[in-house]
């Protein structure tokens, strides 16, 4: 292992807080070259001391896309468990 990193605090962690409760999977279109919209995936993992948080984030989520004037989609799939 690289020495040259710190890891004192994450070996302090139990071993299941280390693995992630599951994955937010979301696809967001930006502007590409062609100014043709190009979806672009993305993948979140969830811990258990963030979960709370990204729940309620991706409830919010419709009430901040109305308040932006942008099309909302609840597509966003959340997958425990993994």
């Known amino acids: 292992m690289d020495d040259s990193i710190?890891?004192?605090c994450v070996k302090k962690l139990?071993?299941?807080k280390r693995v992630p409760l599951g994955i937010?999977?979301?696809s967001i279109l930006e502007l590409s070259e062609g100014y043709e919209p190009k979806p672009t995936n993305?993948?979140?993992l969830l811990y258990d001391d963030t979960e709370e948080a990204y729940?309620?984030?991706i409830q919010d989520l419709k009430i901040i896309f109305q308040?932006?004037?942008m099309l909302y989609s609840p597509s966003t799939?959340?997958?425990k468990g993994l």
């Open 77 to 79: 799939q959340m997958q």
């Open 6 to 8: 710190d890891t004192t």
């Open 55 to 57: 729940d309620n984030f």
């Open 42 to 44: 993305y993948d979140v």
């Open 14 to 16: 139990e071993f299941l």
């Open 67 to 69: 308040s932006l004037k």
């Open 24 to 26: 937010y999977h979301f």
